[in-house]
């Protein structure tokens, strides 16, 4: 049922998009083999850099490749982020956003709760870093895809340490990160994420999925569900533990919000991805409930991935009159709404309506992606404010696409340090870390009766905002039961207690892959226990790793590696470097639900217009597209770094999937 993704023969040997034979080889492709062993990452980079500012780092789709993306950061850090000036201290990126198919995958018992077909299944790199043969050299956030090992990010459905430096946010979650910014000032960005893609026919169900999961249950279990959507909306009118802290600075997703792509260049994106368009006409392009946030958290940045291309955005938040929202429809909720009405203007498209009755913006135009906005005489331009939401999606994890953003983001709130916490952060050489979100917090304590563990409709309607008393109690059950090394200089500090529950890959396993039942996890039951809540759909950790069945034979893991060497070029390519990137004709689609083929609105829709793309097998159709994305010399490459490094031996026998 594989197929390749991108550009084939087809099967009349013309253009057009072959099945099962992935991406055709070139005629000519003897420097290919010659530089089959190299990689290319382009990373842009947005935002000024200040004293201030936070340096964030944003991917899109991993797949399992986290040596490859730390290792294009740290070439862009030696390049871009060290100073000359002895005098001047070097600056680093502060964290790594991950915007889902991260692939946790711990042994190969983690394989059954993979949703890839069984012969693109590879171990990747995580294991390497869940073991502590290696570390992540920068602290890392990350939401869970489509994906993912489930199985291992279900026991952390509140959120958790994955692996050492590398935080999972929960199925859905708001967590802050600090750092010090000046001699006595401590300043914080406010990080929401939601997990999973969206299907309506699970969407308002609870979550009843457990490992080892049949068919349908190793897809529902990434669905997003719709009390973690309220929970998130409800953060937006919900007081804060501090009078500053407000707003949502960033949120991650893996889906794009439904109807983003008319606030972007929809020519462009078109280009790239012309089988985008039918969806984008119907409004099935993105997640109806991540649009529904958009509108309700208006975050300054989004970042999303799952459609593996990039694209930029800028929604301008504005108040509609009385006469408008008298108007709205309030009562359409998430259900699609056609977008037949859009129409042409001059080059751009202009969006109908409120396709969603929550919506609160106005589109106005097009804007660049440079994020001016076209100057305009209509009276709409008068209902505007200064709030706006920067969209960002990037493409998966492979030589020469645009995979990778760098974004200096200033601080929305800070505070006055006490002594004790800068003396933490001397010892810490100044590097970020993470906090609770006290209003979250409160907000999951009160709501825990949404988390069911049921197949049946789950009803959230308790529309109340969390009340300053609620936010005080997080704060007195932190005093009292938050026992960590951070607990005297912060008691929202996240405690660094990453455990490993299964034992770690080893190499020289054999036997088929068996799915496990959930087991637990330690953090999970310390994060219940201290806000006073039972488990409802995950389970108390029994035992370590010394009481499980052994999976395979154990052995001393080998020594840890270094990172792979880079060298970094600017603004063209390195010597004797390939026009085109390697092909890989084991390439496959990672955004096919296989068993969702025939079902509408499912989660693979962008695919199945590919796939009516392919059979059609359009004659006249050329490669014009697969050298704008992955060559990047008629893309946005401007201002790119380019980083030119060794790729490092593949680390399983199967073939790596992309």
């Given at each position: 049922?594989?197929?390749?993704?991108?550009r084939?023969?087809?099967?009349?040997?013309?253009?057009?998009?072959?099945?099962?034979?992935?991406?055709?080889q070139?005629?000519?492709?003897?420097?290919?083999?010659?530089?089959?062993?190299?990689?290319?990452?382009?990373?842009?980079?947005?935002?000024?850099?200040?004293?201030?500012?936070?340096?964030?780092?944003?991917?899109?789709?991993?797949?399992?490749e986290?040596?490859?993306?730390?290792?294009?950061?740290?070439?862009?850090?030696?390049?871009?982020?060290?100073?000359?000036?002895?005098?001047?201290?070097?600056?680093?990126?502060?964290v790594?956003?991950?915007?889902?198919?991260?692939?946790?995958?711990?042994?190969?018992?983690?394989?059954?709760?993979?949703?890839?077909?069984?012969?693109?299944?590879?171990?990747?790199?995580?294991h390497?870093?869940?073991?502590?043969?290696?570390v992540?050299?920068?602290?890392?956030?990350?939401?869970?895809?489509?994906?993912?090992a489930?199985?291992?990010?279900q026991?952390?459905?509140?959120?958790?340490?994955?692996?050492?430096?590398?935080?999972?946010?929960?199925?859905?979650?708001?967590?802050?990160?600090?750092?010090?910014?000046?001699?006595?000032?401590?300043?914080?960005?406010?990080?929401?994420?939601?997990?999973?893609?969206?299907?309506?026919?699970?969407?308002?169900?609870?979550?009843?999925?457990?490992?080892?999961?049949?068919?349908?249950?190793?897809?529902?279990?990434?669905?997003?569900?719709?009390?973690?959507?309220?929970?998130?909306?409800?953060?937006?009118?919900?007081?804060?533990?501090?009078?500053?802290?407000?707003?949502?600075?960033?949120?991650?997703?893996?889906?794009?919000?439904?109807?983003?792509?008319?606030?972007?260049?929809?020519?462009?994106?078109?280009?790239?991805?012309?089988?985008?368009?039918?969806?984008?006409?119907?409004?099935?392009?993105?997640?109806?409930a991540n649009?529904?946030?958009?509108?309700?958290?208006?975050?300054?940045?989004?970042?999303?991935?799952?459609?593996?291309?990039?694209?930029?955005?800028?929604?301008?938040?504005?108040?509609?009159?009385?006469?408008?929202?008298?108007?709205?429809?309030?009562?359409?909720?998430?259900?699609?709404?056609?977008?037949?009405?859009?129409?042409?203007?001059?080059?751009?498209?202009?969006?109908?309506?409120?396709?969603?009755?929550?919506?609160?913006?106005?589109f106005?135009?097009?804007?660049?992606?440079?994020?001016?906005?076209?100057?305009?005489?209509?009276?709409?331009?008068?209902?505007?404010?200064?709030?706006?939401?920067?969209?960002?999606?990037?493409?998966?994890?492979?030589?020469?696409?645009?995979?990778?953003?760098?974004?200096?983001?200033?601080?929305?709130?800070?505070r006055?340090?006490?002594d004790?916490?800068?003396?933490?952060?001397?010892?810490?050489?100044?590097?970020?870390?993470?906090?609770?979100?006290?209003?979250?917090?409160?907000?999951?304590?009160?709501?825990?009766?949404?988390?069911?563990?049921?197949?049946?409709?789950?009803?959230?309607?308790?529309?109340?905002?969390?009340?300053?008393?609620?936010?005080?109690?997080?704060?007195?059950?932190?005093?009292?039961?938050?026992?960590?090394?951070?607990?005297?200089?912060?008691?929202?500090?996240?405690?660094?207690?990453?455990?490993?529950?299964?034992?770690?890959?080893?190499?020289?396993?054999?036997?088929?892959?068996?799915?496990?039942?959930?087991?637990?996890?330690?953090?999970?039951?310390?994060?219940?226990?201290?806000?006073?809540?039972?488990?409802?759909?995950?389970?108390?950790?029994?035992?370590?790793?010394?009481?499980?069945?052994?999976?395979?034979s154990?052995?001393p893991?080998?020594?840890?590696?270094?990172?792979?060497?880079?060298?970094?070029?600017?603004?063209?390519?390195?010597?004797?470097?390939?026009?085109?990137?390697?092909?890989?004709?084991?390439?496959?689609?990672?955004?096919?639900?296989?068993?969702?083929?025939?079902?509408?609105?499912?989660?693979?829709?962008?695919?199945?217009?590919e796939?009516?793309v392919?059979?059609?097998?359009?004659?006249?159709?050329?490669?014009?597209?697969?050298?704008?994305?992955?060559?990047?010399?008629?893309?946005?490459?401007?201002?790119?770094?380019?980083?030119?490094?060794?790729?490092?031996?593949?680390?399983?026998?199967?073939?790596?999937?992309?």
């Amino acid at each position: 049922r594989g197929r390749g993704r991108g550009r084939g023969r087809g099967r009349s040997g013309r253009g057009g998009r072959g099945r099962g034979g992935g991406r055709h080889q070139y005629q000519n492709n003897s420097n290919h083999r010659e530089n089959a062993s190299s990689s290319v990452h382009n990373i842009g980079a947005t935002g000024t850099p200040s004293s201030t500012s936070f340096t964030v780092a944003v991917q899109g789709c991993s797949h399992g490749e986290l040596d490859s993306i730390y290792d294009a950061l740290e070439c862009y850090r030696a390049q871009k982020l060290t100073s000359n000036d002895p005098n001047l201290p070097d600056k680093h990126v502060d964290v790594l956003l991950c915007c889902g198919d991260v692939q946790t995958l711990r042994n190969t018992a983690d394989f059954p709760s993979l949703n890839v077909p069984p012969k693109y299944k590879a171990m990747g790199d995580f294991h390497a870093y869940y073991s502590g043969q290696k570390v992540a050299p920068i602290l890392t956030i990350m939401i869970g895809g489509n994906h993912e090992a489930s199985n291992y990010l279900q026991e952390l459905h509140y959120g958790g340490w994955v692996a050492p430096n590398i935080y999972y946010l929960g199925a859905a979650g708001v967590i802050n990160i600090s750092k010090r910014t000046s001699a006595d000032t401590i300043s914080t960005l406010r990080i929401a994420g939601l997990s999973g893609i969206y299907n309506s026919r699970h969407y308002s169900l609870g979550r009843y999925e457990m490992p080892p999961y049949d068919q349908g249950g190793l897809r529902s279990v990434y669905h997003s569900r719709e009390v973690d959507v309220k929970r998130l909306q409800a953060v937006a009118t919900a007081p804060s533990a501090t009078e500053q802290q407000q707003a949502i600075d960033i949120m991650i997703s893996h889906d794009w919000p439904r109807g983003i792509a008319y606030h972007g260049n929809l020519p462009q994106l078109l280009r790239k991805k012309p089988y985008f368009k039918q969806e984008i006409e119907d409004n099935e392009l993105g997640s109806p409930a991540n649009e529904v946030l958009l509108h309700t958290l208006k975050p300054r940045h989004w970042f999303a991935a799952h459609l593996h291309v990039k694209f930029e955005a800028l929604v301008r938040h504005g108040s509609k009159s009385p006469e408008k929202e008298a108007t709205n429809d309030s009562t359409s909720g998430l259900e699609s709404q056609p977008m037949a009405a859009a129409t042409k203007v001059e080059g751009t498209m202009e969006e109908p309506k409120d396709p969603v009755g929550t919506a609160t913006t106005e589109f106005l135009g097009m804007e660049s992606n440079d994020g001016t906005c076209p100057v305009s005489s209509s009276s709409n331009m008068e209902s505007l404010t200064e709030q706006m939401t920067r969209f960002l999606s990037l493409d998966k994890c492979l030589p020469k696409r645009r995979h990778i953003q760098i974004t200096h983001v200033e601080p929305s709130s800070s505070r006055s340090a006490n002594d004790a916490e800068l003396a933490s952060t001397v010892e810490n050489n100044d590097k970020a870390w993470l906090e609770y979100d006290a209003t979250w917090l409160a907000m999951l304590r009160r709501t825990h009766g949404w988390t069911q563990r049921t197949r049946r409709v789950v009803v959230a309607d308790d529309d109340n905002p969390v009340t300053k008393e609620e936010i005080e109690d997080i704060l007195k059950r932190f005093e009292g039961g938050n026992k960590n090394e951070c607990s005297l200089t912060n008691l929202l500090a996240v405690p660094h207690n990453f455990a490993m529950t299964v034992p770690p890959h080893d190499p020289s396993s054999y036997g088929p892959p068996r799915g496990l039942p959930m087991i637990g996890n330690p953090q999970t039951d310390l994060f219940l226990e201290t806000l006073g809540l039972d488990h409802r759909i995950t389970v108390p950790f029994t035992g370590g790793m010394q009481q499980q069945q052994p999976l395979f034979s154990q052995q001393p893991p080998p020594p840890p590696q270094p990172l792979i060497p880079s060298a970094v070029i600017h603004g063209g390519r390195a010597k004797n470097m390939p026009t085109h990137t390697i092909d890989d004709e084991n390439e496959i689609d990672l955004d096919e639900d296989l068993d969702e083929v025939k079902a509408p609105g499912n989660d693979a829709s962008c695919e199945l217009q590919e796939m009516a793309v392919e059979n059609k097998g359009d004659p006249a159709e050329i490669d014009l597209e697969e050298s704008e994305e992955e060559d990047g010399s008629k893309d946005d490459a401007g201002g790119d770094t380019v980083c030119f490094s060794p790729s490092s031996p593949p680390s399983s026998v199967a073939k790596k999937p992309r």
